[in-house]
């Protein structure tokens, strides 16, 4: 695993051993940026159960101006900040060893995100968790795209109900990635 592009281009990453984290391949992972790039200059994003951290730091090496990387396993963040230092991307990343609920609570009234990445383990209702924290949060920024990686089959259909649109979901060979912005609720000129 590597980064694709920007500044810390083809810098190895390092993973964690064992079946507890799922990194996403360099193919997902680029045809993802590729489908964001344009939003990313400047940018501040969320990485939710980051893993190695692959995702954020992708996103730091293409111009994003900051990034919050959360993980509750603790072999999981050493590795974010070995990677962060192999990278030179530290200066510019906030690592929270913690579970997600809880760092979205800390992180309450202090970030607002453009980008909010999500890559929980796979069939235990925690998208729907986060989703839920967020649809009155003010972490979410007035374009921020809600990100979730999950398998093919996981429903989503609760995300009207809770006051998200799906913009777009793209489709692999054995999960997807959905991508959801927060519907206005009323706010003043528009």
């Not at 964001?36 to 893993?51: K, R, T, V």
């Not at 990677?83 to 030179?88: C, E, V």
């Not at 453009?114 to 007035?142: H, N, R, T, W």
């Not at 795209?145 to 809770?162: G, Q």
């Amino acid at each position: 695993m590597r980064v694709i592009a920007g500044s810390a281009r083809r810098i190895p990453l390092k993973t964690v051993k064992g079946l507890e984290t799922r990194p996403t391949t360099d193919r997902i992972k680029e045809t993802l940026f590729n489908m964001i790039q344009y939003g990313l200059a400047d940018c501040m994003f969320l990485d939710l159960f980051a893993g190695s951290g692959a995702i954020g730091i992708e996103a730091l090496s293409r111009g994003a101006a900051g990034c919050v990387f959360v993980e509750q396993n603790r072999a999981a963040v050493e590795c974010i900040r070995e990677n962060l230092q192999a990278t030179k991307l530290l200066d510019r990343a906030v690592v929270m060893h913690c579970d997600g609920l809880t760092a979205l609570g800390r992180l309450e009234g202090k970030y607002r995100f453009d980008y909010i990445f999500m890559d929980p383990p796979y069939g235990c209702c925690l998208e729907k968790q986060m989703f839920s924290f967020l649809a009155d949060s003010g972490l979410v920024g007035q374009e921020c795209t809600l990100i979730a990686e999950a398998r093919l089959d996981e429903p989503f259909s609760y995300l009207k109900d809770m006051g998200y649109t799906l913009a777009k979901e793209k489709l692999y060979k054995t999960n997807k990635h959905i991508f959801v912005h927060r519907e206005a609720k009323g706010q003043d000129g528009g």
